[in-house]
């Protein structure tokens, strides 16, 4: 069955320090690939996704995410992080489209100044 | 273009009662799901339909839990009778066509549930 492994429960981190959000999928064929944010009391927002072509892919708010097809992952990474951007990171994949996401168990950024 | 609606926003219902959630997806999406998301974990998927069919309702709890999405537009997700291990937000999704060059699934902002 595919799943999807995000590798830090809890990122801390300095405002203006650059971060990674580890993320990495079990799939033998290709997938679609997200990372969506969620904030207190609030729903999933976007951030960026894979569907297909080239491996480096940006988003919202100064996201971006290389999908790595050997390694399978699919890490997320900004290069100075402010205050605003401590959330709750989900990375989700999905086999094709029309199939449901599965998704990881969260990463928590705590951005501090 | 509108977003997934859903409602209530929150409810809070003594265990063995019962609950209703409503979504309404984006217009011309043909595929909604319902996900439960406890707190601390990732979103679960519940339930998938495709227009008023259903996909997968593997891990749905069918003893206590059903939904139905009946003229293939907004949906309804019911629990019946309430488990205190139910509290959780109860989030609803609609993804666009395969073909679309842009695909992608929009969530609603959930409904928060509690059960005491």
């Known amino acids: 069955a595919q799943s999807v492994t995000q590798l830090d429960s809890q990122v801390p981190v300095f405002e203006e320090a650059p971060v990674e959000l580890r993320c990495n999928y079990s799939s033998s064929v290709s997938v679609y690939l997200f990372w969506y944010v969620q904030y207190p009391n609030q729903g999933l927002q976007l951030l960026l996704k894979?569907?297909?072509?080239?491996?480096l892919v940006k988003g919202i708010n100064g996201f971006e995410a290389e999908f790595n097809k050997s390694q399978t992952s699919f890490h997320l990474r900004k290069p100075s992080v402010h205050i605003s951007d401590t959330a709750e990171y989900f990375c989700?994949?999905?086999?094709?489209?029309?199939?449901?996401?599965?998704f990881g168990k969260g990463t928590t950024l705590s951005v501090s100044s | 273009e509108a977003g997934v609606a859903q409602s209530p926003r929150y409810k809070i219902i003594e265990k063995r009662q019962s609950v209703a959630f409503w979504c309404n997806p984006i217009?011309?999406?043909?595929?909604l799901y319902w996900y439960q998301q406890i707190l601390g974990q990732g979103p679960k998927l519940l339930i998938q339909f495709q227009n008023n069919g259903v996909v997968d309702d593997s891990q749905l709890p069918k003893d206590r839990f059903s939904a139905e999405r009946l003229k293939g537009v907004d949906s309804t997700l019911k629990i019946q009778p309430a488990k205190l291990e139910d509290s959780a937000v109860y989030l609803c999704a609609s993804s666009s066509e395969r073909g679309d060059t842009n695909y992608g699934y929009t969530f609603g902002s959930g409904t928060r549930l509690t059960v005491v």
């Open positions: 217009s011309g999406h043909a595929t």
């Open positions: 989700a994949a999905a086999l094709q489209a029309g199939t449901a996401l599965i």
């Open positions: 894979y569907l297909s072509g080239s491996t």
